[in-house]
Every structure is written in structure tokens, then in C-alpha cells.
């Protein structure tokens, strides 16, 4: 008699298989496929005692009340632009290039630099606040471009500035990022550059069809979530880093 | 269509017609059936909350893109899924799952009779979870989202191949791979010490 193959098992198992009153069948009559049978069925058994945090029947409504501002941000994000946040960053940007400047001086030239007046600790934190509100100000941008109006032509000069202006920070981001071998930001900020690129290189009028194209694209991908969620990891990773420098305690 | 769908249908046409009332009663209904997905598919609780925002997000946005005759959950449950693999492949692999120890859990502590059960159980059942934890932390993205939505979600072959854009023969690969990994990982704990 012809054993059935792990696979068959698997496949009856789950009522998958493709003649399953045949498979039943051998089951009723062969031992040793019905212990093998047993045996993955104890196995996936286990699997179900893997538990899942339980939730209330408020859940539904906790949820609700942590969407609901993003979805109408979602709507608004085009207006919040601000000055202060455009500063600070530019305070950050200025800050990693001149980190930069002297960390490679530093090594080529071993001349007393900038950065021997910093500690390591802190210019980490410099890296990450300005790793983090790069992202933040990307996003913005983003979520603008998804929810810009409909109509026959639809001007992205504004975004394709800041896109201008994103991609040459983001280059230094990503290559800073791939030097410290930290591969998932260096990943983001890789596809995030195409995708500035792109934006930054088409002609300012763009149609609907285009633009469903672009929005298409920034959904498929999953880029803003991922930015959202490497965003969150990178402040976190600063909170952590100013808790444990000497001038982060207080 | 079951009863939920046949009262989805009613609610998404008003929320398509801008009702965020109508988008509300959507996230409180299926809210908790996300977050079950999620978590089986991420392993962890902060995760699964991130996903189950994003994935209403995501819906949000494209609502004037969903078509009827999926079913809103079935609809919801793929964008999870997409959601789900986005975060482990942004981050390389799967965060280590916290798996709740069993005096922790409140749905087993609330279960126990005054005569509970005893310390080894206690203690193999805890083993167990954890064992658990950590094969399903082992499997690759794909295979982990195939064995969940066939083991857990109950979804068909045909379904998952569609949910995870693969074909058929790739479907089926990642659910044999994914239960090979788990009786690897869990035969010694098939036969709990006395």
C-alpha cells in the first residue's frame, strides 16, 4: 500500500485535498499513516495554545478614539505646515552635515574637530532627532500628495520642492544609516529617495491619472506605514539614547 | 454573504458617502477580529495595535475603491495581512513575541476552579506557549501569514493565494514549510514530563 506523503497529510488535515474522501479513505485503513496523521494533528494542537491578548468589548471604541484625529489629520496635513518645525529641522540638518564634515575630517586629517567636542552619546541623539523628524517632514509630504485634490490638472510644484529639498537631506540620512549598519532605516530611507526622486523629476502639472499613479505607488508599497513605524523605533531609540547619556539625566 | 456582511453593505455606502458616524460603527465592529489577526501574525501586542490603526487607515483612504462583492472583513482582513507583512519586512524579522506567562493571561486566570490545575501543568502549559511563541517567530513572513490565515483564519487555499499574490503551488508551499518548522520545533513538547 502506497503511504500518503506528509504533504497529503497536510493538506487532508485542513479539508485541502484535492480527493479528500480518497485520503479519509487509506486514513480508516493504514495504521501507520493514521499514527502520522495523529502525530500532525497533536502538533498543530499545540499551535492553538498560542494565545492572543484578549480585548474588551470596549475595544472597538478605544480604537475609534485613537483613529479618529489621524483621519481627519489625513485631510488637514496640508495646512500645518510650520515654521518652527522647517527651523528646527534645518537646526538638525546643519547639525549631522557639520557631524559629518568633522567625523571625516577627523579620521583623514586626525586633526582636532568639531565632533572631539561632542560626546558619542550626543551625537547619536543629533542623528536620530534629525533621522526622526526627516521622516516626520517626509511623511507630511506624502500624505499631502496622497490627499491632493481631484480636478483635470493637479499642481505638485509645493511637494516637488520639498522633495527637492528631502532627497539631498535623505541621501546623507541613508548613507549614514548604511555605514552604521543599521539596514531596516537605511532600507526606508532607500525606497523613500526613489520615490522623492521621482517626484521631484516630473513636470510640475501632473494628471489625475498620474497622480492616482504616484498615490498608487506610495500605497502598494506600504511606505508611509513603514516610515510611520521606523519613525516611532528611531524616537525611541533617542529617548532611550538621552536616558543614558550623563546630559540626558536629569 | 453571512450577517455581518449583509449589515456591513448598508454601513460602507454611507460611509463611502463621507459618513464618518457610519466609518465609526465599521472600526468598533471589527476592531477585535483584526486585532486577532494581527497579533497571530506579528507576535506582538504594540505591533498588532499599530497594524489594526493602519489597516483602517489604509481602508479609509481607498474606500471609494472597495468592491461589494468581497465582503468588507474579507476586504479589511487583506489589508491587514498586507499591513502585517509590510511592518516585519520593514524591520527585517519578527519581534520576538511576549508570550504572557499563564498566571498573567486573564482568560486562563478567570477560568481557573478553586481546585486549579496542578504546579506541573501550570508550568507545562506555560512551556508550551512559550514553545509556541518562538516557532512561530522562526517562520519566514510569507509562511507565518499562509499557516495563520489557513490554521487560525480558517481561509482557503485559493483565498490565501490571493491575499498573499502567489500562485497556487506557492501557497500550498508556504503552509507545508511553515507545519514542517512548527513539528520540528514542538515534537518535544508533545509528551509533557510527569
Not at chain 2, 94 to 118: I, K, M, W, Y
Not at chain 2, 145 to 169: P, Q, Y
Amino acid at each position: 500500500m502506497k503511504h500518503l506523503e506528509q504533504e497529503e497529510l497536510i493538506l487532508c488535515h485542513y479539508g485541502e485535498a484535492e480527493d479528500l474522501a480518497a485520503c479519509r479513505r487509506h486514513l480508516e485503513a493504514c495504521e501507520e499513516c493514521r499514527a502520522e496523521r495523529d502525530a500532525l494533528a497533536g502538533a498543530l494542537a499545540l499551535v492553538d495554545a498560542f494565545p492572543v491578548p484578549e480585548r474588551g468589548a470596549e475595544y472597538g471604541s478605544e480604537v475609534w478614539r485613537r483613529l479618529a484625529p489621524r483621519l481627519v489629520e489625513t485631510k488637514t496635513v496640508s495646512r500645518v505646515r510650520s515654521w518652527p518645525l522647517a527651523r528646527s529641522w534645518a537646526i538638525a540638518a546643519a547639525l549631522v552635515v557639520m557631524l559629518m564634515a568633522g567625523f571625516v575630517a577627523g579620521r583623514y586629517w586626525r586633526q582636532p574637530a568639531v565632533t572631539e567636542a561632542i560626546s558619542a552619546p550626543v551625537r547619536e541623539r543629533i542623528l536620530l532627532v534629525a533621522i526622526g523628524d526627516h521622516l516626520e517632514r517626509s511623511q507630511m509630504m506624502l500624505v499631502e500628495l496622497v490627499n491632493a485634490s481631484d480636478g483635470q490638472a493637479v499642481d505638485l510644484s509645493a511637494q516637488q520642492q520639498k522633495a527637492r529639498q528631502l532627497v539631498e537631506d535623505n541621501r546623507i540620512y541613508r548613507r549614514t544609516a548604511a555605514g552604521a549598519g543599521d539596514a531596516a532605516v537605511a532600507g526606508v530611507l532607500d525606497e523613500l529617495e526613489r520615490l522623492l526622486l521621482d517626484i521631484a523629476h516630473r513636470p510640475a502639472s501632473v494628471t489625475q491619472s498620474e497622480l492616482d499613479a504616484i498615490q498608487r505607488r506610495v500605497e502598494a508599497q506600504g511606505l508611509l506605514f513603514r516610515m510611520r513605524v521606523i519613525g516611532s523605533q528611531v524616537r525611541e531609540r533617542e529617548k532611550a539614547a538621552a536616558h543614558n547619556s550623563p546630559q540626558g539625566r536629569t | 454573504m453571512d450577517r455581518m456582511e449583509a449589515e456591513d453593505a448598508d454601513v460602507v455606502a454611507r460611509a463611502r458617502d463621507g459618513d464618518m458616524e457610519a466609518f465609526r460603527a465599521l472600526v468598533e465592529r471589527h476592531s477585535r477580529g483584526l486585532f486577532h489577526l494581527a497579533y497571530r501574525l506579528t507576535g506582538n501586542e504594540q505591533d498588532a495595535e499599530d497594524v489594526v490603526q493602519e489597516t483602517f487607515i489604509r481602508a479609509y483612504r481607498r474606500l471609494d475603491r472597495y468592491e461589494s462583492r468581497a465582503g468588507f472583513g474579507t476586504w479589511l482582513h487583506r489589508i491587514t495581512v498586507n499591513c502585517a507583512i509590510d511592518l516585519t519586512r520593514s524591520r527585517g524579522r519578527h519581534t520576538p513575541p511576549r508570550v504572557p506567562a499563564f498566571e498573567e493571561h486573564p482568560d486562563h486566570t478567570e477560568q481557573l476552579p478553586a481546585h486549579g490545575p496542578s504546579p506541573e501543568t501550570v508550568v507545562y502549559s506555560s512551556e508550551v506557549r512559550r514553545k509556541v511563541g518562538d516557532a512561530l517567530d522562526r517562520l519566514t513572513s510569507s509562511e507565518r501569514t499562509a499557516f495563520v490565515l489557513r490554521h487560525f483564519e480558517e481561509k482557503s487555499i485559493e483565498e490565501i493565494r490571493t491575499a498573499l499574490g502567489l500562485s497556487e503551488n506557492a501557497a500550498k508551499q508556504c503552509i507545508f514549510r511553515a507545519v514542517r518548522k512548527l513539528r520540528r520545533a514542538l515534537g518535544p513538547a508533545m509528551s509533557p514530563a510527569r
